[in-house]
């Protein structure tokens, strides 16, 4: 979200300063934080817009006459909130119900509105006026299912449809974008609005899923302070703005100059306002769950309505709900509270606690809002930027005061679980996982080894961006990471490949206090925790790590899963180094590979996840015993796929620490190997999602690195500026990589295609793709110099860019027939020019771990438990540790070393 470029309202930008380094459109953050209107320009050059007090102008004619009319400190709020919000047209009133009241003034008696069952009391207040006294007919509906609004949906009767997504107080989503589809194509001339209160046009901006007015109470979020009341309208149509203009300016509801300054003060700082409190919500939210409490929350995995609102919105927000199963309670922890403000409203900077029932929602009567399952017993919290362990304490002692929770008994350290189970209700997740740490966890004393693969885009980067389907695959170049066992009170790292940094830690040392950890089993929260990603960053790091800021990502990354990874008071010691035969920082998918192998280590250190048990011993079958017969697969889909699953969960955390906002691709290749195709989700084209392409064909591809640095951010917002400035030429060239993708798919399936075909349809769509990634300007004119020397004769090969392009990869596709003596006079060639290549295959194994079973014992491979463990009626010696020589060996030497250490375990 924080990269959305919002269409139609970018600031002015200057002229590129050179055709090198164009400018780009400003980000929403940016557009939040610069009040700026090109047609109203301060004489005086005041940076904040002054406050034009003034309820009358002099002279006739002139642009303002009267403050009812217009005032230019409020066209300047209205410019702005148009600006973000996708809008043409913005309106500034003096509350959000006076926006809903100017809104249903558009409707006349006999006219039919659709509305939510879950709606703010307020305007659920409104409605039963219209219904009373004006003659409109509401039908209130569950929106979450666009199929129940069809029924009351007529031409020419239903005039609105009235929307809240999320819902307040139940959070619950609404398919904003489905349903203004049913509603346009049933009853053209209806109107769909919708309160975007909960969100914020930063989080969400549903004129851009079909939404035709959209409102919010400015007195929230927009504002931020609870300073002032204001209401936000906002459209794109001009019939509405013209009627909506004219209610306005004649009953006079139009917000004060004053309360506009001040609001404008407020949205500059709504996206880092935001950031905070839905941060600290998913924590909030992460721990009710935890203590299985019913949580009404978008972020939550368990959320009904995630998918939908992932797809619509840009973030979850930072209101949740919960229950506790008796009102009473429920009144008890509201009023034990000492940070958590009692109030009605939310949006502020302060956190509020409130339960709508008795507060917000009081004016539905109790038979209503039993009927529309509004649980007398619910709490609301709306979570502020106070620092989230002061507010999660808070919460946590109020619970505890309420007899909600009790401290459990027997734990390493001090834990809550729920105290009020009735009989026949199921025990939380989180007592069945107290139970298995109320016995301290054996000691590791074994090392870890693990590999996981890079990863090449063989057609559709940068039209990915765009809702293009992209084809991805595992390189059999690896990150190779080995942990050692320490039992000494410290963690440390050696990245050979970055720089060769190594670091120790003690683990006490470490700040614990900002970590919350994430229960055995659960899922990480969607958002990262940034205060934990802080503490690290500012109090774990040496001051030595700020030259080199990849390792300091992926330091950052390794202790923020270690910290959050722990369970049950215990603190695995070891060592773990990370080696990579794959070329980092060249588009390859280092990054994911080097998260995969931490994941991976790490849950086994934490005894998270273990592998599973070795089959019983084949042995000669008898009359009465066949045996077991063994089937060597070379160790493939022996890790299985819960555990291949979790890890690559915790994989895209460490993606997100080191990337941001990632697509989830590389890792997922990572992990799965072979090959898959993917859609981004919310793009009109495909319907999204990862597919794997099953049955994918090993192909022989010469990888050959450029050496030139790449900047892929800029790379890909040229392409998006690109798109914007010539769409008719772009969207023609994404529909013809589109194509391409599609094409190499049907092939790579095709079982009835012969291998040579395979290769030279490949080779051409290689081309092809090219050709058009050229076009979008993404090549480079050393990758344009590489692929020259590869198609000429006598390689005649095919080469295309990988990745961002800019620098950074190509790929080659080598075929069966060709002559490996020609092959590598190529790659000597290549070499000569200061490229670095690689032979390889696409499309093998993903995550590997080696075996910790030795074939001939039956017992661990590398330093067993003891040097007394027996099986089989043999002493086992004492292995050597394999560190040394991992550390020893030269890069050419790695892959085959490590391949035969043992046998290796593949998803």
Known sequence: MKGTLIPGHDLP??????????????????????????????????????????????????????????????????????????????????????????????????????????????????????RTHVGVIVHHVDTTNPEALHEHIKAGRTAMVLLESPTNPLLKIADLATIAADVKERAPNAIIVVDNTMMSPYLQRPLEHGADIVYDSATKYLSGHHDLMAGIIACNRDDLAKQMAFVINSIGNALTPFDCFLLLRGVKTLAIRMDRQQTTAMNVAAMLDRLGFKVNYPGLANHPGREVHERIADGYGAVLSFTTGDKAMSERIVGATRLWGISVSFGCVNSLISMPCVMSHASIDAATRAARGLPEDLIRLCVGIEDPTDLIDDLERALLEAGAITVSAGADQQQFVRATLTEGTSISRAVEKLAFNENKRPLENREWFVSAPGKVILFGEHAVVHGVTAV??????????????????????????????????????????????????????????????????????????ESNPNAKMAAVAFLYLYMVMAHGGERPSFGVSLRSTLPVGAGLGSSASFSVCIASALLLLHQRVSLPPLPPPTREPDANDPGHIHVSHQGRHAIPSDIAEEINRWAFVGEKILHGNPSGVDNSVSVYGGALAYTRHGFPRNKGGMEAIHGFKSLRFLLTDSKVPRDTKRLVAGVAEKKLKEPAIVNHILDAIQSITDEARRALLDTELDRRSLLSALAALINENHAHLVTLGVSHPVLESIRAKTAKHPYSLSTKLTGAGGGGCSVTLVPDDVDEAILHELMALLANDGFETYLTSVGGSGLGILSSYNDTYNGPVTPPESRDEVANGALMEHQESLLAAFGEKSAEQLSDWAEARGKWLYV
């Open 13 to 130: 930008t200057p002229e590129p300063e050179s055709p090198y380094r164009p400018r780009q459109p400003y980000r929403f953050a940016t557009l939040c934080a610069t009040v700026e209107n090109p047609d109203q320009k301060d004489q005086y050059g005041s940076s904040s817009v002054p406050i034009y007090q003034s309820s009358t102008f002099k002279g006739i004619g002139g642009e303002y006459d009267y403050s009812r009319s217009g005032n230019p400190t409020r066209t300047h709020l209205e410019h702005h909130i148009a600006k973000i919000s996708s809008a043409s047209h913005a309106f500034a009133v003096s509350s959000g119900m006076a926006a809903l009241d100017v809104i249903l003034r558009l409707l006349k008696p006999g006219d039919e509105v659709i509305a939510g069952d879950d709606l703010y009391g307020g305007t659920n207040r409104l409605l039963t006026y219209l």
């Open 472 to 545: 991805a695959a595992s390189v059999d170049l690896r990150c190779y990471g080995l942990t050692s066992p320490r039992h000494d009170g410290k963690i440390d790292i050696h990245f050979a490949d970055i720089g060769d940094f190594r670091h120790e830690w003690v683990l006490d040392d470490l700040p614990w206090d900002a970590a919350t950890s994430v229960g055995v089993g659960d899922e990480h929260p969607e958002l990262l925790d940034l205060r934990l990603v802080d503490a690290i960053s500012k109090r774990a790091l040496p001051d030595t790590i």
